[in-house]
C-alpha cells in the first residue's frame, strides 16, 4: 500500500493501520479552505454531517409546508396535482440542490448564497453588486474582498483538486482525464438504475406478486433501504475515491492479512455482477423492441411479426456493439451523452407518468391503487408475506448500478465530494421519480390477468399492454402506446450505455491491480485517456453471458439473476469491513455520517443479507427443474469458482491494490 501523505488535516489507514497526516500550518481541511478564501475561523466547527442536515430538514419541514398550503393544493387540481405535482417539484428542487451543493463544496462559507454569486461573477466591477442583490445587505466590503484577494489563494482553491491528490496519496497516478462535474457522475448513476428501465422490465414481476399495493409501498421499503446502502457506500467513497470502488475499499477496510483474499471476492462478485447487469439491460432492450415490432406489425392477435431469439439475441449484439463504439469516445463525449441520458430519463418518467392515465378510456380508483393486493398469481403461494416479499423484485432490481459514481472518480473531479453526491442524489432523485412513474402506470391498470395473459396483444408483455390499450381505447389506434414504448427504449438504450462505461472503468482498476488474466492488456489507455481495451472486454463478456437465452431462458435468467444479489453482495462487503474490522480505525473523508455511520452501515448489511435470502426462495410451486429459482445456484456457483480459484491459484500471487506511482 501506499504511505499516506498530507490531505486535508485529517487522518487516513494505511495498510489497515491508523497513520495521522498532520496538516501543515495546523487546522484541518476546512479550516484551511476558509482561510484561502479571506476569512478567520471565529465559529465552532462541532456540527456533524447528521447536525447539518437536521438544520436544513428541520426548515424544510414537510409538515409545515403541506399543513399551511394543503388548501391550495385543493383547490388547484385537488389529488392529482398534489400527488402528481410532488415528485415533479422534488425533482427540479433537488437539481437546484445539486448546483448548489457544488458550489457550497468550492466555497464552504457562512454568507454562501452572496459570497457565491460574488466569486462566480465573471466581472471585477460587478461583484459587489452581485454579492449586495444576492445577499439584500450592504456587502460592498465582501464583493471587493472577494477580487482583491491575492491570486494564490484563488489558484489553491480552484486549481488543486482533491480528488487528484488524494489518489496520489493512495497510491496511483492519475491516467483517465479527471474532466467529470458532480452533475455528469451523478448522471452515470441515474442512467444506470434508470427507473424507465427496471419498473418496466419487471412491471409483470410486481403485479404477478401483490400488485399495486406491493409496487405502490414495497417501492419505499425497497428505496428506504437502499439508502442505507448508498449512505455507507458514499461515506467510504469520500475517503477511497478511485475506480476500483467496492474491491479496494474492501482491501483497506479489512486490514493487511485479509486485504488480498477480501478485494479477490469483492471485486469478483462486483464486476460479475456488472457484467450481469450489462447483459439484462441490453436484452431486455431486445426484447422490448420484440415487442414494438410485434405490436407495430398488427399485435399478437392480428398477425404481428414476432422476432424469432436468434432475432432477439442479434438485436442484443447490436446493441452491445454500438455502446461500445460510444464508450471509445473521450470522456468529454460520454459526460454529454450521460447528462443527456439522466435528462431523458427524467423528462420520460413525467411524460409518461401523465400522459398514459390521461390517455386511458378507464382509469382505476385511488383505492386500487394504494391498497389492492394481487394473490391471483397463478404460482401456488398464498402467504401474504411471501407474495410481498417476492413482488419487492421489481424494486430491488431497479435500485442497482449506483456503484457506477464511484467507479467514475478518477475521472470527477473533487471525487472525495462529488464521488457521494453522486451516489446518494442518484438514489434520492430515482426514488422519487420512480414512484411517480409506478403511481402513474397503475392509475392505467384495470384487468391484471389480461395484462398479464400471454394471449393479449402486447404477448404478456403487461407495460407495453397498458401503453397500447390506453391510446387505442381513445382514439382507436395504439401508434401513441408505441411511441411511448420508444421513450422507454431510448431510457434503456442509455440505461446499457452508462452500464458499459461503469463496467470498463471497474475492470480497468481491476486489471490495473493484477485481478485479471491478461490485466496487463485490459488496463491500457487510449490518447483520449480512456480505458478502450477494457470497454470492449465488457461488451464482449455481456454478449456472451445472453448466449444461454438460446437454448435455455431458465439458464439465462439464474445468469441475470447475479445483477441484483451478485451485486448487493459487492455492495455490502466492503460495508461489513466498515463497522466491524474497520469500525475503530476507520477515518472518513469529507463526506461522514459522524456516529450514525456504524448504524447505517449494519442496516445497510442486514438488508442485503435479507434479500439475498428472500430472492432466493423459490417463485412458484410445485417445485420443478423448470420453475426451480436458480438464483442461489447461479450466486453460489460464483462464490464457489472465484474461492476455488483464489485456493489454488490467486493466493499465491494476488496482493490486493497496488500503487502505480513511478518512484
Known amino acids: 500500500m501506499a504511505e499516506e501523505g498530507q490531505r486535508g488535516g485529517y487522518s487516513r489507514i494505511a495498510g489497515g493501520d491508523e497513520e495521522v497526516a498532520a496538516a501543515s500550518g495546523g487546522g484541518d481541511y476546512d479550516e484551511r479552505k476558509l482561510r484561502l478564501l479571506g476569512y478567520e475561523p471565529q465559529l465552532k466547527r462541532n456540527l456533524s454531517l447528521l447536525s447539518n442536515f437536521a438544520v436544513s430538514f428541520s426548515i424544510v419541514s414537510v409538515l409545515t409546508g403541506i399543513t399551511t398550503l394543503y388548501g391550495t393544493g385543493l383547490q388547484f387540481g385537488g389529488p392529482a396535482t398534489m400527488v402528481y405535482g410532488w415528485p415533479i417539484a422534488g425533482t427540479f428542487t433537488l437539481i437546484v440542490g445539486l448546483a448548489m451543493a457544488e458550489i457550497c463544496s468550492a466555497y464552504p462559507t457562512s454568507g454562501g448564497l452572496y459570497f457565491w454569486s460574488a466569486r462566480l461573477c465573471s466581472h471585477r466591477q460587478w461583484g459587489p453588486f452581485a454579492s449586495w442583490l444576492t445577499g439584500c445587505k450592504p456587502l460592498n466590503s465582501v464583493g471587493a474582498m472577494t477580487w482583491n484577494k491575492a491570486t494564490s489563494a484563488d489558484s489553491a482553491v480552484d486549481v488543486d483538486d482533491t480528488g487528484h491528490a488524494r489518489l496520489r496519496e493512495l497510491g496511483y497516478k492519475q491516467e483517465l482525464k479527471r474532466d467529470l462535474s458532480v452533475l455528469s457522475n451523478f448522471a452515470f448513476s441515474f442512467s444506470i438504475i434508470s427507473v424507465l428501465t427496471g419498473i418496466t422490465t419487471l412491471y409483470n414481476t410486481g403485479l404477478t406478486f401483490g400488485g399495486p399495493a ?14 442505507t446502502v448508498g449512505l455507507s457506500m458514499a461515506e467510504i467513497c469520500s475517503s477511497f475515491p478511485t475506480s476500483g470502488g467496492l474491491y479496494y ?10 486485504a488480498p483474499f477480501a478485494s479477490w471476492i469483492t471485486g469478483w462478485f462486483n464486476i460479475v455482477g456488472q457484467w450481469a447487469v450489462t447483459t439484462s439491460v441490453d436484452f431486455s432492450l431486445a426484447q422490448l423492441i420484440q415487442v414494438i415490432i410485434l405490436l407495430s406489425t398488427g399485435g399478437n392477435n392480428g398477425g404481428g411479426y414476432l422476432a424469432s431469439k436468434y432475432v432477439v439475441i442479434a438485436f442484443h449484439a447490436a446493441i452491445l456493439l454500438s455502446h461500445a463504439v460510444i464508450n471509445s469516445l473521450p470522456i468529454t463525449w460520454l459526460s454529454f451523452f450521460g447528462q443527456f441520458a439522466a435528462a431523458w430519463n427524467m423528462l420520460g418518467v413525467f411524460v409518461l407518468m401523465i400522459a398514459v392515465p390521461t390517455v386511458a378510456t378507464e382509469r382505476a380508483s385511488a383505492k386500487f391503487v394504494f391498497t389492492h393486493f394481487n394473490t391471483e398469481n397463478n404460482a401456488g403461494i398464498h402467504s401474504n408475506f411471501y407474495i410481498f416479499v417476492l413482488g419487492l423484485l421489481m424494486s430491488q432490481y431497479t435500485l442497482t448500478g449506483y456503484d457506477a459514481s464511484a467507479h467514475m472518480t478518477e475521472e470527477t473531479k473533487n471525487a472525495d465530494r462529488n464521488g457521494p453526491i453522486g451516489i446518494i442524489s442518484a438514489i434520492g432523485i430515482s426514488i422519487i421519480v420512480g414512484w411517480g412513474y409506478i403511481l402513474g402506470i397503475t392509475f392505467a391498470v384495470k384487468d391484471i390477468p389480461y395484462l398479464l395473459s400471454p394471449d393479449n396483444e402486447a404477448g404478456g408483455y403487461a407495460i407495453a399492454e397498458v401503453f397500447y390499450l390506453a391510446f387505442k381505447s381513445r382514439y382507436g389506434s395504439g401508434i401513441g402506446g408505441i411511441i411511448c414504448l420508444g421513450i422507454v427504449a431510448v431510457a434503456i438504450y442509455f440505461c446499457g450505455m452508462s452500464s458499459v462505461t461503469s463496467n470498463s472503468r471497474m475492470a480497468y482498476a481491476f486489471s490495473r491491480d493484477g485481478a485479471m488474466p491478461l490485466s496487463s492488456v485490459w488496463h491500457k489507455v487510449n490518447k483520449h485517456e480512456v480505458p478502450i ?14 448466449l444461454p437465452s438460446l437454448g435455455s431462458l431458465v439458464a439465462f435468467q439464474a445468469m441475470v439473476s447475479i445483477a441484483t444479489i451478485g451485486l448487493y453482495i459487492a455492495y455490502a462487503l466492503p460495508i461489513l469491513f466498515r463497522v466491524t474490522l474497520a469500525r475503530k480505525h476507520f477515518v472518513p473523508g469529507p463526506f461522514n455520517l459522524g456516529r450514525c455511520g456504524v448504524a447505517v452501515g449494519w442496516a445497510a448489511v442486514l438488508w442485503v443479507a435479507t434479500i439475498t435470502v428472500l430472492f432466493s426462495l423459490p417463485v412458484t410451486y410445485p417445485v420443478t427443474k423448470d420453475t426451480l429459482n436458480y438464483t442461489p445456484v447461479a450466486v453460489g456457483g460464483l462464490f464457489l469458482l472465484v474461492l476455488s480459484s483464489w485456493l489454488v491459484s490467486a493466493r499465491h500471487w494476488f496482493k490486493g491494490p497496488v500503487t502505480n506511482l513511478d518512484g
Do not use: E, Q
Not at 419505499?220 to 433501504?225: D, E, I, P, Q, S
Not at 475499499?249 to 485479509?258: E, P
Not at 481495451?533 to 445472453?546: D, H, P, Q, R, T
Open 533 to 546: 481495451n477494457a470497454v470492449w472486454l465488457s461488451a464482449f463478456i455481456s454478449l456472451c453471458m445472453a
Open 214 to 227: 406491493t409496487m405502490t409501498f414495497g417501492w419505499f421499503v425497497a428505496g428506504a433501504f437502499t439508502m
Open 249 to 258: 475499499w474492501s482491501a483497506r477496510l479489512s486490514g493487511k492479512r485479509w
